[in-house]
């Protein structure tokens, strides 16, 4: 967690400040320092830490109040150090208008963490493209992709990715010459359809929403001409965001699409068995010394029920792991209440929990089905979840004891953190012993990333089995982005 210099200003402090400035002018410099953030989780000015969701909230400042008309301020590392201690200032202002530390705590985490790039490209590829059975399943992401948004889901990820350049950017005239490098056609307004669908102007942008507008739209469109051009320049003041909104922000899109109410939507469900299908592809790339097993029916024929979703056993001892892809939903996410994350925890994780012990106990009751891993003596439990849950072993544990299910014996763990427990542990120590050390005392109550930071800080990721498809998907020696 990030303890930043903040300096909280009125309205009328924050009007006076910032109308000193040109927009475009103080708009490029705020999005020029967003490429440092592509390889960090936040960056340092004279300093002053930074992060994702700083510089959206310094754009969103000079959105309000810098001068549209006048040539402003020449502005220099003093004003830009000044502009990001205002912003984690009015973030500040927000923090301390919740009630519990734990609150503070967990809204905190989801603001400053974010997924690195790779994994996020990679991961969505990978499922969408890769992974998804289109002879069975009725919905193709890829085709739904492409009849809403007429840009194939590798172009837009192409273009996602050449936004992230400097900060700004403007609408490609020539979209239909990068055809022949993807081997596909591509039309002349490609580029401007892209633009179209993941921007807003600046009205919107302002506007208070949970997620916050630059989430949704993470590209502000200004409709602004600067001087020596000829078209609206946008900018991005967070390329994370806009990687987030390419992949896991398409998932959401696609299941809104599918959402009928009352639980019912297909796509949620096809897309819940793919990222298990994700997660078993995972474990057959790195783990060489386990044998790893799917789900087994259990009970009368005419009621069968399914185990948890993997078995990963080595000698007399076993893994269990349930898969989940919701954890905590937006509303809970971005404003931390404590009632909100409970009861979403109840819909996900609890289950999750449950099912973990329900199997755990058909294998102490000697359950026939299960009998290849009744000479397990030593067990371990880890639920697997695609969206994030910060505070996993903390905050949201304490939240579950206080339903009556404790999960004081269970690791969480997000998808990107499994991703980068499964390359660690190829390389220094085998899963279980991994597991083990992060389950003792020292490091219990820390969130998977945490204890990697802590327990293992010389690590370098490789991140074999991402690279495969994040090569699929771009090659920066071959693409090159036409300027405006």
Not at 63 to 72: E, F, T
Not at 127 to 154: A, H, M, Q, T
Not at 193 to 207: A, I, N, P, Q, T
Not at 450 to 463: G, L, M, N
Request: charged letters at 25%; proline letters at 2%; one cysteine or more.
């Amino acid at each position: 967690m990030i303890v930043a210099n903040a300096r909280e200003l009125s309205l009328r402090e924050c009007e006076v400040f910032f109308s000193k400035f040109n927009f475009l002018d103080l708009a490029r410099e705020i999005c020029g320092l967003a490429k440092h953030l592509l390889a960090e989780k936040n960056c340092v000015l004279c300093g002053r830490y930074f992060t994702d969701r700083t510089l959206c909230i310094a754009l969103t400042l000079a959105v309000k109040y810098a001068s549209r008309q006048s040539p402003g301020k020449q502005i220099d590392v003093e004003d830009l150090k000044t502009v990001i201690e205002i912003a984690w200032g009015e973030d500040e202002k927000k923090l301390l208008s919740l009630k519990y530390s734990s609150e503070i705590l967990s809204r905190t985490m989801y603001l400053q963490q974010v997924d690195r790039l790779l994994y996020l490209l990679a991961r969505y590829w990978c499922i969408f493209s890769c992974l998804w059975p289109r002879d069975n399943y009725d919905i193709d992401p890829l085709k739904v992709i492409e009849n809403v948004y007429g840009v194939s889901y590798k172009i837009i990820l192409f273009f996602a990715l050449a936004s992230s350049k400097d900060g700004h950017l403007f609408a490609y005239d020539n979209a239909q010459d990068f055809s022949s490098a993807f081997g596909a056609e591509i039309d002349h307004d490609a580029h401007k359809r892209f633009l179209e669908h993941f921007s807003c102007g600046m009205d919107d942008w302002v506007k208070e929403t949970i997620p916050p507008q630059y989430i949704k739209s993470p590209i502000l469109r200004s409709d602004l001409i600067p001087d020596g051009m000829t078209k609206t320049v946008y900018f991005v003041p967070s390329s994370n965001n806009l990687f987030a909104r390419v992949t896991v922000g398409m998932y959401h899109e696609i299941a809104d699409m599918y959402n009928h109410g009352d639980g019912d939507n297909k796509f949620r469900v096809l897309f819940g068995n793919v990222f298990e299908d994700y997660v078993y592809a995972l474990m057959n790339f790195y783990i060489k010394n386990r044998s790893i097993s799917r789900a087994i029916k259990y009970g009368p024929k005419k009621k069968r029920k399914e185990t948890v979703d993997f078995f990963v056993k080595k000698d007399r001892t076993l893994v269990l792991i349930e898969v989940k892809q919701a954890s905590i939903y937006a509303e809970a996410q971005y404003t931390g209440n404590l009632d909100l994350i409970k009861a979403n925890l109840r819909k996900t994780v609890l289950k999750a929990v449950e099912q973990l012990r329900i199997t755990e106990n058909l294998l102490k009751n000697g359950e026939k089905s299960l009998s290849v891993y009744h000479d397990c003596d030593q067990i371990k439990k880890l639920i697997v979840l695609n969206s994030p849950l910060y505070n996993a072993n903390n905050i949201c544990k304490m939240l579950l004891d206080e339903m009556g299910k404790s999960a004081a014996d269970v690791s969480i763990i997000n998808i990107s953190e499994f991703e980068t427990l499964l390359d660690l542990q190829s390389e220094t120590q085998d899963l279980w012993e991994m597991l083990e050390m992060k389950e003792s005392e020292e490091y219990k109550e820390f969130d998977f990333n945490e204890f990697f930071h802590y327990a293992y800080p010389d690590r370098s990721d490789k991140a074999e089995f991402l690279k495969i498809y994040f090569r699929q998907i771009y090659d920066g020696s071959v693409f090159k982005v036409p300027a405006e």
